[in-house]
């Protein structure tokens, strides 16, 4: 757009401020790096059919930086991209780039090498923090100052922090983070977000900036509470939750369409505005999935499909219509709907048990190294050390970070469970044991954000200490990559030695499709189609299948790769027609 395309968002005495006439923002949460590029238009352009106008996303920091000074705004990752299709759809945006997110997403969306580093203090008023915080933002900023609606581009919002109330109360770090952002450039309105309790709007306010809230129920409660702290200006739910996420070993979370829409009447009868969250979930694909600890460490399981008003395939559901028809009555609707797609393409492939590329081995340690000690990103590390003694006995740890299968000369002989709060097993005599270690999400919430993974000392057996420890790092996504593209890679037996344990097949396609990837006949692990990871399974559930991309697919040839970590009883890779996300509870 030209400068003289260019418009002004603002904030008056009661509403938002659209080229100085009254405007109330209908958005919906879709996050980019939750979503394959080929289909962001797609998904952008079904919410302005629901009758949204706006569209909000998360910048998740570790996507973007996952190695220290390594900056990539590319495919993935192209959130610049991203708005031009928000702005191409005839759409406004809002960004809210953290550095926190939560989100359910790997470690609240923080880098590892920032947890990690020694002496830094998150989320406050800390030197080292906060000069990599002002570094991210800067690099941020460069992206959406552009692109704000004052320049023709489609951004009218951005937001400081995440529900920091809930954290801490640390006014300074807001107000840097406020003081970064206008010297970036950023001209549009700032706002904050906060659970409508007292107490946490009050910690999570800053000057000058406007209040928004996050609930999902009592809405006309908890507008008041907001109207309380925000005196003026308009009331806006910034995260109506409009559904749920699912953790591994529980049920697949739903909400009534009838009551949450009912909500949202009581919402838009207030005059409020809103941002659904989620619009469309996305998946967790690769490693990517958090976790929650409050007491019980709960992995979030690779699908987000949050029960939203468009589902994890894109297709709209009840609640989609459900939301279109109360929207309808406060503003105008296309009247063009989405259609929902046919059955998927049903078919199976069988699985050729392939051989684990020999690692180079690892270094030895006097104990076992954490994964941020060995600077590695990816979810597996091979433990191995020798038996004091060649005796059996109790083998025990400080604590298992977070899932370990345990081998004795090459044996299985147990699994260690983070979860159940498991950290010891009986182990027969033997010369060398071997503890293959899965970090299987990090904690995305709270003062368990950037915890150290892997196996964490001591290490006895008996009472004894076990000492030199040899860490073999793992790479799933290069693994299976490697394996999908070697083509005459020897044979193996799947489960005749220690996992992980790797099946390999092919399929052809005619063109392009999303499919859904049957999971129920293997154990736990991850699966690739044409090198590209689609995240994590588990029998434990709810989660049965995966969500595979048309965009990840192609006509002729397809591979289909699985990492299996505990057991395979299928050697068949079936894929069906619908999703299975789990027994619902709602």
């Known amino acids: 757009m030209t400068a003289a395309e260019a418009r002004s968002f603002a904030i008056g005495e009661t509403d938002f401020l659209l080229d100085g006439e009254p405007f109330r923002v ?66 406004h945006a809002i960004v ?28 406050r008023s800390e030197p080292l923090y906060l000069a ?55 001209t549009v309105p700032l706002t904050t977000i906060d659970q409508p309790t ?8 800053v000057a000058g900036v406007h209040l928004t809230g996050s609930f999902g129920s ?53 005059g409020a505005s809103v941002n659904f969250y989620m619009f469309h979930g996305g998946t967790n694909f690769g490693l990517t999935n958090g976790a929650n600890d409050k007491g019980r460490y709960l992995p979030i399981v690779t699908s987000y499909d949050y029960d939203a008003p468009l589902d994890e395939r894109g297709d709209p559901t009840d609640k989609y219509f459900a939301f279109r028809d109360v929207i309808t009555k406060y503003a105008p609707v296309p009247d063009e709907v989405p259609t929902v797609s046919g059955a998927a393409p049903v078919f199976d492939v069988a699985l050729t048990a392939v051989a684990v590329p020999t690692a180079p081995a690892g270094q030895c340690h006097e104990t076992p190294p954490t994964f941020e000690e060995l600077r590695h990103l990816s979810a597996l ?44 097993l009986v182990v027969p005599g033997g010369h060398r044991v071997r503890v293959l270690v899965e970090e299987q999400g990090r904690v995305n919430y709270d003062a368990r954000l950037g915890e150290a993974k892997g196996l964490i000392g001591p290490v006895t057996l008996g009472g004894m200490p076990v000492a030199g420890w040899t ?13 999908s593209d070697a083509a005459g890679s020897p044979e193996g ?52 299948t995966l969500y595979v991309p048309a965009a990840a697919v192609h006509a002729g040839e397809n591979s289909v790769v699985v990492i299996e970590l505990d057991r395979v009883t299928d050697a068949v890779a079936r894929f069906v027609a619908e999703p299975e996300l789990g027994p619902r509870e709602e």
């Open 471 to 483: 860490a073999t790092p793992i790479d799933v996504a290069a693994l299976g990559a490697a394996v």
């Open 381 to 424: 590390v091979s433990y191995e050390a020798e038996l004091p003694g060649g005796h059996g006995g109790v083998l025990r740890f400080g604590e298992v970070r977070d899932h370990a299968w345990v081998s004795v000369d090459g044996v299985a002989v147990g699994t260690l469970s983070r979860t159940r709060h498991e950290d010891a």
């Open 493 to 544: 037996v799947a489960g005749s030695t220690p996992a992980p344990f790797l099946l390999r097949g092919s399929f052809s396609l005619e063109s392009p499709a999303d499919l859904f990837l049957d999971t129920a006949g293997w154990g736990k692990g991850y699966a690739l189609i044409n090198g590209f990871l689609l995240g994590r399974y588990w029998s434990s559930g709810p989660q049965r």
């Open 218 to 270: 009592r809405a006309a409660e908890r507008l008041g509470t907001l109207r309380r702290h925000q005196p003026t200006g308009p009331l806006m739910c910034a995260e109506f939750w409009d559904g749920w996420f699912d953790w591994w070993g529980n049920a697949h979370h739903t909400t009534p369409a009838a009551a949450t829409a009912a909500e949202l009447d009581t919402l838009l009868a207030a």
């Open 96 to 123: 809210r780039p953290g550095p926190y997110i939560c989100a359910e997403w790997h470690n609240g969306g923080l880098p590892v090498w920032l947890t990690g580093l020694e002496g830094v203090g998150l989320r």
């Open 26 to 91: 209908l958005a919906g949460a879709l996050h980019y790096f939750r979503v394959h590029p080929g289909q962001w238009a797609d998904r952008i352009r079904k919410a302005r059919l629901m009758g949204l106008n706006t569209i909000e996303t998360y910048v998740a920091w570790n996507a973007h930086e996952p190695v220290h000074g390594e900056w990539d705004a590319t495919g993935w990752n192209d959130l610049g991209a991203f708005l031009d299709l928000v702005a191409a759809e005839g759409m």
């Open 132 to 186: 990599e915080v002002t570094a991210y933002l800067q690099r941020v900023y460069d992206i959406v100052a552009p692109r704000q609606i004052d320049r023709g581009g489609p951004v009218v919002l951005v937001q400081i922090e995440n529900e920091y109330g809930a954290y801490g109360d640390d006014t300074a770090y807001l107000e840097h983070l406020v003081r970064v952002t206008k010297d970036a450039g950023i």
């Open 198 to 205: 007292d107490q946490m709007l009050t910690d999570g306010s």
